[in-house]
Every structure is written in C-alpha cells, then in structure tokens.
C-alpha cells in the first residue's frame, strides 16, 4: 500500500477513537461504559502508541495559501512559530508540492479572522507530523487549481502544463502563479491530485537554514511583547503573591495619585490598573493595596506528602500478566522511589497581550499555543461572539506548554473594555514564576523482580502527580471521569519493555493547591527518569551490560523495533561502555514518546564536588526527517533544557508563596553547564514525518544520573540531581 | 528631564523621568524593540545593550546614566546587507529558537569581542552569562568563535 492510500483510508481508526475520547471532540462514548479499568487501560494504551491528526479545516486552499500578483506566496499557519522550526518545515513541505522555490514563499500566522484556525493547540509535538499529509493535499491542490487557471488564460489545455519555480508553462508559453491568479476570484478547487514521491522532493529532508533566521538575528519586532496598537495605554494586574488565595478587594486612593496612572478597573476577580507608561502602570499597581482571601497558607512538605504513591486516587493505566501477585513477596521484590519537584517554565517573553475592545468587537495580539481557546475566553468575558474577536497570534518568545492558558488575554480585554482604549498589559517576572501553570512535583515507587538468569520476571511503576492535562480547556472536562488518570501525567510512565512477561503502570492523582499542567513533555522527563534509572539499576543487579539489558527486555514489534535501534545507534557511536575511564563515566537510558524512540548516552566526570557533563550523544527515530537541521536543533534544545530541570531546577512553597521568582535564584542551565560536544545520529525507520519537540526531553535525567552511578557509586533518586 | 544621547549613531532627545530604565525608553519611546525585556533585575540579559561599547542590562540602568553617551542596540549592530560578524555567525551555525533572548546574547557577544578578539571556552563561560530557555548554548558557543573568526578576517 503507498504512503498516501494508507493515510487516505477511511474508517474508524485507533486515531479517530481516540480523538473522540480523550480530547472529547464528538464523544460518543457514554461514562458508564468506560469508567472501569479495562476499558480505560485500552484507551490510555491507544493514547500512548496513537499520533495525533490534525483535525482543522484542509479542504479550502485559500485557507493557507495566499498568491500574490508578484508571485509571492502566502502560508497562513495555524500553528505558531515558538521556536520548534515549525514555519520552515512548513515551508519546506508545501514548496515542494506547490513548485515553488523556498524563497517565493513566506509564512504568517494566521488570525483566527482568517478562518484558518487550529482547533486544538500548537503543542504535544504534532504540528509537523500532523499537517505532513493535509499540508501536501493543500499545495498539491493548489498548484493543479493555478494550472486551470493559467490554461484559461494562456489557451493551452491544463494537461500540457508543467510547473517549476512559480512558472506554469507549455505549449510555448509561460506565466508565473501571481499572473495566472491575477484578477480570479472564483477559482473552481480541483481533484486533489496525486501527490509527488517524497524521496523526489527537493527542499524536504535537507538542512534548509530556518526561514525566521534572519528576523531572529536582525532583532525584527515579532514577538507578543513588540505588539503595539495606535493610542494604546498601558496595563499592569494585581496577582496574587501566594497560593491558594482569592482577591476580595483592593484600596485603589494611593494607586489613582500616581502620576501616569489613567484608571484603575476594579473587576470581580481583580484589579488592574491603566496608565500612560509601563512605569506609571507597574508604579499604579505597586501602590495598590490588595486584600487576598488566603484560604491556607501551604508548605513544600505538605504539598510533597499529598504527592506520594497512595495518596491519591488510583489507577490502573497498563497491565500484563500478575505482576502483583508476584511482587507480593518482600524477599524477592526489589523496591525502589524516586522523586521530582515543581518545575517553572521560566520561558523568557512573559505573558501578555495587547487587546483593543471596540463596541462588541475585539483585537487581540499575543504570543498564544491555543488561539482559538484564546478568543473564547475572550468573548465570553465581553460578552460577545467568538467571531467578533479576532487573535493575531505573534511568534512566541518561548512556548514550552506555558501558552495554553492565557487569562492575561482575558485581563487586557477587561481593561481595554473598561477605558476605551486599546491596552498593552504584561506579566512581570516575579508574577511570572508565581503564576506559573508549574510542572507537577512527582513520587514513583519501583518494584520489580528478577528471575535466576538476570532478567525481569516482573515490573511496576507507580506514579503520583499534580494534574497535568485536566483542568486545562483542551482537555474537556468529561474526559476527567471518562479517562480517570491524568493522561499529561502518566506520559512516559508506562513500561516500554514488552517482552517482560508481567507489567503494570498506576497512576495515583492528586489535585493541588495550585495551577499545574503541560510542561515540555509533560510527564515524560519524570517518568523516563524513575523508569530507566531502575532499569540501569536492575541491570547492574543482573550483571549485565545495560545496553544488552535493555535490548533483550524489549518486544520484537515494529515499536520495538525501533526502539532498539536507537538504542544500539546512540551506544555505538558513544561507543558506550560500563568501565571509568580517566574519571569519566557513561549512562544510558532511552524511551518512546509519542511513536518517537530517542536514546541518550552521557559522559560524565566530578569536578569540585560537581556533576560535569562532557559529551552527550542522541539518537532519534522521527520517521522522515524533513528538516535534519532543525531536527537536530530540538533535540539539543531538549538535552540542554531536560539536563537543567534535571541537575538545577526546583520550585518551593514557602509561607504560602511560590519561590524562587527570579532567574538566578531559580537555578537553570547556562552557557558553563552545556556540554561541548552534542552528537545527534538521525534514523528514520518509518516514510512519514514523527513528532520531534519533545521526545528527545525523555532520557535526559536517568541518563545523567546513571553515569554519575557509575562514577560514584551513588544512586540518584531526586531531581534536581545532588551529590551532596 | 530631557536626556540626549547618540543611539545606533543618531543624536537623539528625551523627554522622560530620569529613573525610567534604559529599556524602556528604547522599546516604548524611540520604538526600537529588538531590545527585550525578561526579567527587570539584571537576571537574564535579555535587555542586553552597548553603552559607550559596554554591555549593559539596560532593564536596570536608569536613562540618566546615558545622558552623552552612544548608545547600540541590536538594530545598529549590522544590516541584513552588512551583518555584524556575530551576526553572520549566528546565520551560519543557525543558532535561534524561539528568539527571543538572542539580541541580548548578540549583543554581549559583540561587546565581549572587543575586550576578548579571540576567546577560550572559559572565556566565554565566564562572559557570557545570559539565559536561553530554549537552551541554544551548544550552537551558540560554536558561533562565538565562529565570530571571533571572521572578525579578525575582517580586520
């Protein structure tokens, strides 16, 4: 069967159910049929192997492609550009199917006014993967409708017509795109066509230099943050400073004294105030005084004892065999735990927007992954239709899960409405790391057993965390009773190794006191650090080589497959060993996020008591990889971010505040820590494009840590990783 | 007060509150946005802009202190027809993600070049000391010397 027949069939496919179920688009399931385990198990089975197709509008061309009577072209993206590559492997991929040359073409955003609108997120490292088979339809279409055209007008008939670089031409004449669309405004769509062999195309699958690079060096006004509207005032809002706390009111005297300050809005759910300037609105806020309803004043070890395996509710997300019976004996089962703690997205834009509310109309400029949730909120609060408010998404100064939630929308909009005016109205950084939809802390309790000969007869994984995908409005909250474990949460948690004869995943909820959710990779950086440091750990319990240990625990399916693969290649060309060599140490670990395996070697030596990372070497299997370059790049923006959260990162509620809220005090990776070699070997076991963005995040920590293990003899079991 | 000041090599005059932050001034009253804001402490050099040639993190540097000075931003550092050396650099090794962060560690990476034309791994540590979230270190420690290459080619 040929690539296109196989993603052109139609039916009720793994992929559709579980669109239909997890994410709630139609759910034709009832509750009462599926809120028992067994039926749960095969839908979070279904939600770990499934990738997820894009499910917008990809039968109206003129949707996303704009043809200029210049014979430029215009993508109008409905995913954002927030650092992944996404704009060039767009590109890439609709060149090539279009006849056009990269540089004809030029990506936007496209405005929710534009009709071309993502209905779920820019997230879960789909966009590429999800738009590979739509996207080429598009363009592909979209050139044969260009051919009609220019047959009209040149007087040949279409099927004598070729394209190349934006030029039809035949029958001894030509004519560029921009001329054969000129003038027509009711193009008739045709048949998609058959679409070209992927190995012919001529920008997909090279390292093509990222299309906003130039923008990006030059320090163009992209961002949400550069946005600016005529007349606009400023905004600041009173957060609050400490969990759990509700605004009851605010003495606004001194506020309105201050020189700038234009108005200050008292809504039901806070305060915020306008002002001439930044400074005047920040200084406004400042002299504010807000009273807060804290409903508890919360410490890190409470917040910690509610995070521990038994706590929560229970949830039985993978099973095979009887692993409990036979990890019943104390004897024989060997236990092991480990933890993570609250995780800052610290991305450096911070959040914001920039709204102007006319009558019952709204503009909305921001740094957004959920558009159209975006412009929900919005008209909910002011009272309007969806369709009188239009999101001009911008780039997105860092996106990592932090832009799926933008009440900061809802705010401007309410201030914007209250003075008449359009408001420009931003976090600042202290708001920003208390206000943060954090990274949930973690508990994982290990226990497995190993038969005579070294291998694992039995193994289970508990993991307790905070929500991750419930609560957030693209996940509905009917899927709460139908799903039961949060399905963020459990992401990467589930045993990879099929050929292990009994297995099982629980997933223990908890709801905590403060806002958590979608962190680059959700729970995969956690999970994949528990997993595979046991993993190492019970391999050297069997005295085997860990690279052995792994490949014979793994099933001989095409997910095997590759996850094998990656293995074996990242092993090889670190040319991995288990010996100290010169005071440097390796680790292992792997996993499979999202049908995308990724493998990590790290090298590791202790300089003046620290860990030091040396050389880190990645292999990744994303299917056909349409930009090597970029790929890359994301996995070394995976390591080098997942390596910080492993070795430095760590929230802390003190006194009922969230702390640190600084850089600094906020330990991250720097320049120093980054390792001066990253090696990424690409395979490509599959024909089509797999998810990229996040998968690579998985091994990071268990690898590190099972080097230091291997330098020291100490096993790591929390992050952030110590020695001490 | 009024303050004037040469900025990317034009004379220029404001009309601000002396304690206004440099940043400020450059992002909302002269337009200039390539210079951004992170974090407001002089944390993350995101603000990241030239003095008299020195870096500065211009979110904590009151415009008073820039009153006769020549001011560089990350729009005066290059053109796209005549790219700063650290610019071309950072073409090359195609080293931004999202973005965002990358003027100010253009502009620390300038201004460290002139102290430093060619500079060790340590050196670098120890001068660049800004955040990326996105964590483009790798490729932005291979441009740094990269553009300490082509500045002293250039020279």
């Not at chain 1, 009462?32 to 198990?41: D, E, Q």
């Not at chain 1, 990592?400 to 929308?409: D, I, S, V």
């Not at chain 1, 790290?602 to 040396?614: A, F, L, M, P, T």
């Not at chain 2, 303050?3 to 992002?27: A, Y």
Request: hydrophobic share 40%; net charge neutral.
């Amino acid at each position: 069967m040929s690539e296109q027949q196989k993603t052109e069939k139609k039916g009720f496919s793994r992929r559709k159910f579980l669109i239909r179920t997890s994410i709630g688009v139609g759910g034709a399931l009832i509750i009462g049929a599926v809120s028992c385990n067994p039926l749960r198990r095969m839908i979070a089975g279904f939600a770990n192997e499934a990738e997820l197709a894009y499910n917008g509008e990809t039968k109206s061309p003129f949707l996303w492609f704009e043809i200029k009577a210049d014979n430029q072209i215009v993508l109008h993206s409905p995913k954002v550009e927030m650092g992944q590559g996404v704009f060039t492997g767009l590109s890439q991929i609709a060149a090539d199917e279009l006849d056009v040359d990269m540089e004809q073409l030029k990506v936007v955003h496209a405005t929710t006014a534009s009709g071309n609108i993502d209905p779920r997120s820019t997230g879960g490292s789909d966009s590429t993967s999800g738009l590979w088979q739509p996207l080429r339809e598009l363009a592909a279409t979209t050139r044969e409708m260009i051919k009609q055209e220019a047959a009209k007008k040149m007087g040949v008939d279409a099927s004598q017509l070729s394209t190349q670089s934006g030029i039809v031409s035949g029958g001894g004449k030509q004519m560029t795109y921009g001329e054969a669309m000129d003038g027509v405004t009711e193009p008739e769509v045709p048949e998609t066509p058959a679409l070209k062999d992927p190995k012919t195309y001529k920008y997909v699958g090279k390292p093509i230099p990222r299309v906003d690079l130039v923008d990006k060096v030059m320090g163009a006004p992209i961002f949400g943050m550069d946005s600016s509207m005529p007349g606009m005032l400023y905004g600041a809002v009173a957060r609050p400073p400490f969990v759990d706390a509700v605004f009851v009111s605010a003495d606004t005297s001194a506020a309105k004294k201050v020189e700038g300050v234009v108005q200050i809005v008292e809504e039901e759910d806070f305060v915020g105030v306008v002002a001439t300037s930044r400074m005047a609105a920040e200084a406004g806020k400042r002299a504010l005084k807000v009273e807060w309803d804290v409903k508890k004043v919360w410490q890190t070890s409470e917040i910690e004892e509610m995070v521990k395996v038994g706590k929560g509710k229970e949830y039985v997300i993978q099973k095979k065999g009887g692993s409990k019976r036979i990890l019943n004996d104390p004897e024989t089962t060997i236990t092991v735990e480990f933890k993570s703690p609250i995780g800052a997205h610290a991305q450096i834009e911070p959040n914001g927007a920039v709204v102007s509310v006319e009558g019952d109309k709204a503009t909305v400029m921001i740094a957004t992954q959920v558009a159209k949730y975006t412009r929900g909120e919005v008209a909910k609060r002011l009272g309007i239709p969806e369709e009188n408010v239009n999101i001009i998404s911008t780039y997105v100064g860092g996106g990592f899960g932090r832009r799926l939630h933008t009440p900061n929308a809802i705010q401007a909009a309410a201030l914007s409405k209250a003075v008449g005016k359009p408001v420009k109205c931003f976090f600042d950084r202290k708001e920003e790391f208390q206000n943060d939809t954090f990274r949930p802390p973690t508990h994982h309790v290990l226990k497995a057993k190993l038969t005579e000969d070294g291998k694992i007869e039995a193994i289970e994984h508990n993991v307790s965390s905070g929500d991750v995908a419930f609560g957030s409005a693209l996940v509905p909250s009917i899927a709460e009773p139908i799903l039961g474990a949060d399905i963020g949460a459990w992401r990467g948690g589930m045993i990879q190794y099929g050929a292990i004869p009994n297995f099982r995943t629980i997933s223990w909820r908890v709801k905590l006191p403060f806002a958590t959710s979608f962190w680059r990779s959700l729970g995969l950086l956690a999970n994949t650090f528990a997993i595979e440091s046991f993993i190492d750990e019970l391999a050297i319990k069997a005295k085997k080589n860990p690279v052995d240990f792994r490949l014979e625990h793994i099933q001989d399916d095409q997910r095997g497959f590759r996850l094998k693969e990656v293995i074996k290649a990242a092993a090889e060309k670190a040319g991995y060993q288990d010996e100290v060599v010169n005071g440097r140490a390796m680790g292992i670990a792997a996993s499979t996020d999202a049908s995308t395996p990724c493998a990590h070697v790290v090298e590791v030596s202790i300089e003046e008591g620290e860990i030091k990372i040396h050389k880190i070497t990645c292999a990744i299997d994303p299917g056909l990889a349409v930009n090597p370059d970029q790929i890359k790049a994301q996995c070394e923006g995976n390591i080098l971010m997942g390596m910080s959260a492993a070795m430095f990162e760590k929230m802390e509620v003190k006194d009922g505040a969230l702390k640190p809220t600084i850089y600094g005090p906020y330990r991250m990776a720097l320049m120093r820590h980054a390792p001066k070699e990253i090696d990424v070997v690409i395979l490509e076991n599959t024909d089509k494009p797999g998810p990229v963005g996040e998968p690579p995040m998985g091994p990071i920590g268990a690898a590190i840590a099972n080097a230091v293990f291997r330098l020291t003899g100490k096993r790591l079991r929390e992050m952030p990783l110590s020695l001490a | 007060m009024k303050i004037s000041f040469n900025i990317n090599g034009q004379p220029q005059s404001v009309e601000v509150d002396e304690k206004t932050p440099l940043l400020w001034v450059v992002r909302d009253i002269l337009d200039l946005k390539g210079t951004k804001f992170g974090c407001g402490k002089a944390a993350c050099g995101a603000c990241t802009l030239h003095v008299n040639g020195e870096a500065i993190r211009s979110c904590s540097f009151p415009v008073k202190y820039a009153e006769g000075k020549e001011i560089t931003t990350i729009e005066g550092l290059g053109t796209p027809e005549k790219l700063h050396p650290v610019q071309q650099a950072w073409m090359e090794e195609v080293v931004p993600q999202c973005g965002y962060c990358q003027p100010g560690f253009m502009m620390a990476t300038a201004a460290l070049l002139e102290k430093i034309p060619n500079p060790t791994d340590k050196d670098i540590d120890d001068n660049i000391v800004n955040v990326c979230r996105c964590a483009t270190y790798y490729r932005m420690r291979k441009a740094i010397h990269r553009a300490a290459e082509l500045k002293q080619a250039n020279v």
